[in-house]
């Protein structure tokens, strides 16, 4: 039987009477399976949040192009399409339309349990500023790489210079530094703080 209408606008659904998953290439000539084709009994409603979770296996390097490969399309049981994502899906809500390399990709290597904290000092809606400390930081190879924190949609990095703290404690340094770290942070330069979307994202060049 129908499934019931969901009560739209509110919650998030699954997507109804799901019959199958398929994968298969997106192109003839592609060595593996990256597109994912779900089959539903039922329609999608107009204005209903619904969500899916499939399982993909990563891919064994990075490649710039796989940020720029996520996308979501919809099609009638003819197989004609419908409507779709004119642009890559985005990994930050805040990032613009077109963006390049705006979407998701893998890792390297993955932070050990424990290795990274993040504490906001104050998480009320309040509009006003408060305080980010990302601590402990324990990365699992070297890296010389950019630092990029990215704080939830919505979010605004907005301090001054002397407002970003990143040294040890050490004999003689009374101000900006981290409580606990072991070793002061290896940047080239005091990061800015975004002026231009997104603005929670926050780019720290580190030292090559």
Not at 163 to 169: A, K, S
């Amino acid at each position: 039987r129908p499934s019931p209408p969901p009560e739209r606008g509110r919650h998030t659904f699954r997507i109804p009477r799901l019959s199958s998953c398929i994968g298969s290439k997106t192109l003839p000539a592609d060595a593996t399976r990256t597109k994912a084709t779900l089959v539903t009994d039922e329609g999608l409603l107009a204005g209903v949040r619904y969500g899916v979770r499939v399982e993909v296996t990563n891919a064994p390097d990075v490649t710039a192009g796989q940020q720029d490969g996520w996308r979501l399309e919809t099609f009638a049981p003819s197989g004609a399409g419908l409507d779709g994502s004119p642009q890559p899906v985005r990994s930050n809500p805040d990032r613009v339309d077109g963006a390049p390399h705006a979407g998701y990709t893998v890792y390297d290597a993955a932070i050990a349990p424990g290795g990274l904290g993040v504490h906001v000092a104050d998480i009320r809606p309040t509009g006003r500023k408060t305080r980010v400390t990302v601590f402990p930081l324990v990365i699992p190879v070297d890296a010389t790489a950019d630092l990029l924190v990215t704080a939830p949609a919505g979010y605004v990095w907005t301090f001054e210079a002397a407002d970003f703290e990143y040294r040890r404690q050490d004999a003689g340094v009374n101000t900006g530094f981290v409580p606990g770290v072991q070793a002061t942070l290896p940047i080239r330069s005091v990061p800015v703080a975004p002026t231009a979307d997104p603005k929670n994202e926050l780019t720290i060049p580190l030292a090559a």
